[in-house]
């Protein structure tokens, strides 16, 4: 990505060579430089580097270098409260906004306590009743919480609030905010039915819009 740095991994055949000095010459320096052996990130686009033997130009390996426009997490998509029954086991999702941001993987902080039980990729365990937070974090270190109610008795939703109305753009996603009464109800309850899907794609309580229109 722009302003990243890698680092380059050099292997000389035959492996016990002793003359080990080379040149190494990127097509366009605009794009990616090369410093000792740190690969420097500078603007979008696609050029190459070449290393060759000082003593023998004919000897020599090219690289494609592709730098991609980095792409900034605005959010993470986290339901606000997860509510579970005792011994109860479920994989939490969350999602990056936007879609095509650079760094769009999620990790858990692991945690276990005498309520719940939860591992780096999410898989979160009930141990008894009472409540407790958990986190969700990308490389780039934006974070999100979520309050983990396990309850022995779980209500039934008697009431659902929602935006009546959405504007977007077409490509834009959008974290769908949603409320459930009572709190105590379990998530999963919950059905989402699209009216047209090919105007939007909805997926872990994210709404993309693929096509201008209204439904």
């Given amino acids: 990505y722009e302003g990243e740095q890698r680092y380059l991994s050099l292997a000389f055949t035959p492996a016990f060579a002793t003359d080990r000095n080379y040149n190494i010459e990127v097509a366009d320096t605009s794009i990616a430089d090369v410093v000792g052996l740190t690969v420097f ?6 050029t190459t580097a070449t290393i060759s033997s000082t003593s023998n130009s004919s000897v020599s390996a090219t690289i494609t270098i592709t730098v ?22 479920k994989t939490i999702s969350a999602a990056v906004l936007p879609t095509n941001a650079s760094y769009n993987e999620v990790f858990f902080n692991e945690k276990e306590d005498n309520v719940i039980r939860l591992s780096a990729n999410g898989e979160l365990t009930a141990l008894a009743e009472g409540t407790s937070i958990i986190t969700a974090y990308t490389k780039g270190g ?7 109610v396990v309850t022995a008795s779980v209500a039934a939703i ?3 609030q929602v935006p009546e109305r959405i504007e ?15 709190a105590t109800s379990l998530i999963s309850q919950l059905n989402w039915t699209i009216e047209d899907e090919e105007m939007i794609s909805f997926d872990n309580g994210v709404v993309k819009a693929v096509k201008a229109g209204s439904t």
Avoid: C, H, N, Q
């Fill in 41 to 46: 990130g500078l603007k979008e686009g696609v």
């Fill in 68 to 89: 991609k426009k980095f792409v900034a997490a605005r959010e993470i998509s986290l339901p606000t409260v997860i509510t579970m029954s005792p011994e109860e086991t």
């Fill in 142 to 148: 934006l974070k999100a919480s979520s309050v983990v």
């Fill in 158 to 160: 008697t009431d659902i």
């Fill in 168 to 182: 977007m753009k077409v490509g834009d996603s959008v974290s769908v905010s949603y409320k459930v009464v009572p």
